[in-house]
């Protein structure tokens, strides 16, 4: 029950900010279902993709989607996905739940100034 609640929360968030995976699914992953930092990323990781999917198709629908732009933006992040997991896995557990903490604060200034 708690996936399935943290899956709702990831949903509608994402639907409403466009944030899920790093912001709700991930801490939440960690913080109320007892995953380890780097199981819990790559669950999200897994999970966006279903949630990415679905937006693609509504957003298609609704004729809020530009699909150039996707896939030059889609193209270096896979890019970028794949060197980020490789240093991911070279860190140490404290080391990345450090750095994941700091990200989110970073983010929470920024959108606060």
Do not use: C, K, W
Request: net charge positive; charged share 10%; glycine share 16%.
């Amino acid at each position: 029950m708690r996936l399935v609640g943290i899956g709702l929360a990831a949903g509608f968030f994402g639907a409403l900010f466009g944030v899920g995976g790093g912001i709700v699914i991930v801490p939440l992953l960690i913080g109320v279902a007892g995953f380890a930092t780097r199981v819990a990323m790559a669950t999200s990781l897994a999970a966006i993709g279903l949630i990415a999917l679905e937006g693609v198709i509504f957003y298609g629908a609704h004729g809020d989607l530009r699909p150039i732009e996707a896939v030059v933006l889609g193209v270096p992040a896979a890019a970028g996905a794949v060197i980020g997991t490789a240093v991911q896995q070279r860190l140490a557990n404290r080391t990345l739940s450090l750095a994941f903490a700091v990200l989110l604060v970073g983010v929470a200034i920024r959108l606060f100034v």
